[in-house]
């Protein structure tokens, strides 16, 4: 570029940049470049916080497990890139003190596990406890779960014969992170150094036991990794992550995701927003401009690519400096809402900064093209004349514009094609159903307005204006109260559905002869619990022809069928289950079978097909007649397959139950033990208090997401308003030519924004509603709940809202002379 063309482009930027229109686009940008750039990494922050938190259910970021020794290949591989590793044996053994005798699960573990999470042990049974790091155990010494003290009546200092060798006791172990792993351990925790294990005896190359390989380090190489050593897995050995864990967990986490995800998502259609109205109002001021550039003969291209550079320019700038405002007011809330919570938050990623320069450039392109266009299209005279729509054909190609530039916002924002595609489907549905019932609600209100005695309707007149504004402002209000329901009623019926009296304990392998005492124990002790039949069996048949693992390629489908199936039988549908397809049973020993949806999914069961089981050689078929889901992080008895009540009378089983018992009432427990020796007791408090805290962590996630979208909104409010200020002042400055006086205007103001304000929060908090209700049923298996208050929420913060911020936007205007008014 010349240096006069330099000159010229830069005296260009400077008088557009006096422009109240692009002032308002800067700060437009700003803010909504802000709003994407501290929800970003706010969110991104949380996200791993969560993702650890998650992780040390695993003990690592990726876990490799086999019934086999491991290569000495995977290890090098691990070194290659430089990733953090741990190791771990898992086997069952019997550890004796004199003649008393206990069976427990032993941890032999290296000296860096876990590699995510810590241990917490304590001095003495019931003793408060505190976090220990692995390399504190010494060789001779193990950590024990307290059920092994109480079983065998020792004390910390004492001594334990395991295999051929002697060792102390030297801590209680009340958590070891990984426990949760695996629900259903069936003795209690003895955790010893991995360097002690050969001098025991107790391993064989015949012995069954559990190897697990751990890693740690950066995404990138984790991914890595498992890209390496995938295809060169035996088919003993397997890959583990999160994506892959324990479903209570798992389950959890994604949900939490999801809420972050649907929470930032918002702050994105209100930015959207505020920039087309923006950019289109700075376009309608630029039009006697064009119209004089186009008479001296400029052309076309040239007008275009000089206001597209003015607008890429203004969006870069804008977005960098909100991308660092977003950073610092992120940060800001991030640590007061960590330290308020108790939640250490890591550092966030980059990526946050790429969306919100791309956000803008999107926004500002996409919203600002079919103005330009048209503007370019139109003669310089027609221009001159205010006919700036000539509605020729290209005008509806145009306006095209905008769609894409909205799919490739939520694209960005949502990550997944699938997802995006949904909620601009569903934002035009909603944009669409706003634009249809005002429009119906403002010609009801017009016809209504011209009756006697209802004159004060005059100002809703302009149908087509008001009706753009109600559906802005709709937009916005639709935005916030669902956001704010989300934050309020869908996290407390979220966190109701973890409530204080959550089961925290399971009772397993309950002998049918044992039932009837059992439930007398537990009725005496005031507990609660219901028992569910477990039938041991395997899948043999589907639709009678035989099923082998070489028939599915997904490693979870081949390992189902690799194991029997934990069957049971339910008569009523659990309050944590779902019925999505087919019918519950009519009647108990109805035949039929209702089936998870994972499993079902996995092993491509449908309704009809006819299953065929072995239980212990006695073999039954039925067909599935429901499909279900299952809220695993319930903590009650859940079943993958099961079948209408009594109708497995004839079959060999156990019972399961699951309970609450408050603290400080474990004593229990231990008469549980001793009146019933062969039921196995688990705690399933760790579990529990992991899923509590992810849930926790999202509450307190949305809390700061809620302050940054809040302030867009507010930006769309005063963009929407400003759009229209050059026809208000015109407005304005005929009625105050025609004798209007202030307090007429000013009660014509606030009457036309409380009743524009009013229907359009009423149609937002219908919407909203309706959307957190969806949300709650589809992202978040909660059941369905009206919530009457979002109505009056909706209509009455929308008429104060509107009400208040266009009195602050148009009141300088009914000071001003009317001449004034007329100049601009």
């Not at 810590?118 to 193990?142: K, N």
Request: aromatic residues 8%; hydrophobic residues 50%; proline residues 6%.
């Amino acid at each position: 570029m010349s240096g006069g063309g330099l000159g010229t482009a830069l005296t260009q930027w400077r008088r557009r940049w006096r422009l109240p229109e692009m002032k308002l686009l800067f700060l437009a940008l700003l803010v909504s470049a802000m709003a994407v750039a501290s929800v970003g990494f706010f969110t991104s922050r949380v996200e791993q916080a969560m993702l650890s938190q998650a992780s040390q259910m695993l003990g690592g970021d990726l876990v490799l497990e086999s019934a086999r020794p491991f290569s000495p290949d995977y290890r090098a591989e691990a070194e290659s890139l430089q990733l953090h590793q741990a190791e771990s044996i898992h086997f069952r053994s019997m550890v004796a003190v004199g003649d008393r005798f206990q069976l427990v699960a032993v941890d032999a573990v290296s000296d860096a596990y876990p590699l995510r999470g810590q241990f917490e042990v304590a001095d003495s049974p019931g003793a408060p406890a505190r976090a220990m790091a692995r390399s504190e155990l010494r060789a001779g010494e193990v950590w024990a779960g307290q059920r092994l003290f109480t079983e065998l009546g020792v004390r910390p200092g004492d001594t334990i014969q395991l295999g051929q060798r002697t060792f102390m006791l030297r801590q209680v172990l009340v958590r070891d992170p990984v426990a949760g792993d695996s629900l259903f351990e069936l003795a209690p925790a003895l955790i010893m150094p991995l360097a002690d294990l050969e001098s025991t005896g107790l391993l064989s190359p015949a012995s069954r036991a559990r190897f697990q390989l751990m890693f740690a380090g950066p995404p990138a190489r984790i991914d890595a990794l498992r890209t390496r050593l995938a295809p060169r897995l035996e088919t003993t050995e397997r890959i583990r992550s999160l994506a892959d864990g324990a479903p209570t967990i798992r389950q959890s986490y994604e949900r939490a995701n999801r809420f972050l995800g649907l929470a930032a998502l918002f702050s994105v259609v209100l930015a959207g927003a505020a920039i087309a109205l923006t950019a289109a109002s700075l376009i309608r001021h630029e039009t006697p401009t064009v119209a004089v550039l186009k008479a001296f003969g400029l052309q076309r291209r040239t007008i275009l690519r000089d206001y597209l550079t003015s607008l890429w320019g203004l969006a870069l700038l804008a977005a960098g400096a909100g991308a660092l405002l977003g950073y610092g007011l992120q940060w800001l809330v991030g640590g007061w809402l960590g330290s308020f919570a108790g939640i250490e938050l890591p550092p966030a990623h980059w990526q946050p900064l790429l969306v919100a320069l791309l956000t803008a450039l999107v926004m500002v392109t996409g919203f600002s093209l079919p103005y330009l266009f048209n503007l370019m299209d139109t003669p310089a005279m027609q221009i001159l004349r205010g006919n700036l729509h000539p509605r020729h054909p290209l005008g509806w190609l145009l306006a095209l514009c905008i769609l894409p530039a909205v799919f490739i916002l939520l694209w960005l924002q949502a990550g997944e094609l699938k997802l995006a595609l949904w909620l601009f489907l569903g934002l035009l549905a909603g944009l669409l159903a706003f634009w249809g019932v005002t429009r119906l609600a403002l010609a009801g209100l017009l016809r209504l307005g011209l009756r006697p005695g209802w004159e004060w309707l005059a100002p809703l007149r302009h149908s087509r204006r008001s009706s753009l504004l109600v559906v802005v402002f709709a937009t916005g209000l639709f935005t916030l109260l669902l956001l704010a329901s989300l934050r309020t009623d869908l996290v407390g019926r979220w966190q109701d559905s973890l409530p204080v009296d959550a089961p925290n304990y399971f009772l397993i392998n309950i002998q049918p002869e044992e039932r009837a005492e059992l439930e007398r124990f537990l009725a005496e002790k005031s507990l609660k619990a219901n028992l569910f039949p477990m039938i041991r069996g395997r899948l043999t048949r589907i639709n009678g022809e035989p099923v082998t693992v070489e028939q599915y390629a997904d490693p979870r489908s081949r390992r189902l069928l690799e194991r029997e199936f934990n069957l049971s039988e339910l008569v009523t549908l659990p309050a944590s289950n779902r019925l999505l397809a087919g019918a519950w049973f009519p009647q108990p020993g109805t035949p039929g079978l209702t089936v998870e949806e994972g499993i079902a999914e996995s092993l491509r069961f449908r309704l009809g097909d006819r299953l065929t089981f072995d239980v212990a050689g006695q073999v039954f078929e039925e067909p599935v007649t429901s499909i279900r889901e299952v809220r695993w992080d319930s903590m009650e008895p859940n079943f993958f397959v099961a079948a209408s009540g009594g109708a497995l009378e004839r079959m060999p089983r156990t019972f399961i139950t699951s309970l609450y018992i408050p603290p400080g009432q474990e004593d229990i427990v231990s008469q549980l033990v001793r009146g019933f020796p062969g039921v196995t007791v688990i705690d399933t408090g760790a579990i529990l208090a992991q899923v509590r805290e992810l849930v926790g962590q999202a509450t307190f996630a949305v809390q700061g997401i809620f302050l940054f979208t809040l302030v867009a909104g507010v930006v769309v409010l005063f963009a929407a308003l400003q759009s229209q200020r050059p026809e208000r002042r015109r407005e304005l400055a005929v009625l105050k030519s025609l004798g209007a006086g202030h307090r007429l205007l000013q009660r014509r103001i606030w009457l036309e924004f409380l009743l524009l304000g009013g229907l359009a929060g009423l149609l937002a908090g219908l919407l909203a509603m309706l959307g957190s209700n969806l949300a709650g049923i589809y992202l978040f298996s909660l059941d369905v709940r009206l919530n009457p208050l979002l109505l009056l929420a909706g209509t009455v913060s929308g008429a104060l809202l509107v009400g208040a911020a266009a009195w602050f936007n148009l009141r300088g205007l009914l000071d001003t002379p009317p001449m004034d008014l007329f100049r601009g």
